[in-house]
């Protein structure tokens, strides 16, 4: 069983900058393909960012792309989302979750294929 614990949100303006991380405990952090999803009121659950559990695969939503960054730390258990020149449509719950993986390229966008998920962090950018 694996436990994900995000953090890191919170309320910023458009423009600025947050990180969020994801501490994983319980299991074997490298043998998970991560990735950070969000979801805003009304919303279906959006996955912005994904990696392998090589971290050599990454995926990012084109509404992301060259803004938002994913990395993992594999001996620190940690995966992050490094967010920048964030902006309103931004605003959401965040979510990291974990799927078992014995490729170290695989990713998968579906969230039903995830198996654990943490509780997650709210991100708010103002206008």
């Known amino acids: 069983q694996v436990q994900l614990v995000e953090s890191g949100g919170g309320l910023v303006q458009a423009g600025g900058s947050l990180r969020l991380s994801c501490a994983a405990s319980?299991?074997?952090?490298?043998?998970?393909?991560l990735g950070w999803f969000r979801q805003a009121p009304g919303e279906e659950r959006e996955n912005v960012a994904r990696t392998s559990r090589s971290g050599i695969t990454r995926y990012y939503a084109d509404s992301v792309k060259g803004r938002f960054t994913i990395s993992r730390d594999n001996a620190k258990n940690t995966v992050y989302l490094q967010m920048n020149s964030l902006k309103p449509e931004d605003t959401a719950h965040y979510y990291c979750?974990?799927?078992?993986?014995?490729?170290?390229?695989?990713?998968?966008?579906?969230?039903?294929?995830?198996?654990?998920w943490g509780q997650g962090t709210q991100v708010t950018v103002s206008s």
């Open positions: 319980g299991g074997t952090f490298s043998s998970y393909a």
């Open positions: 979750a974990a799927k078992y993986s014995d490729s170290y390229y695989y990713t998968v966008g579906n969230p039903y294929e995830y198996d654990y």
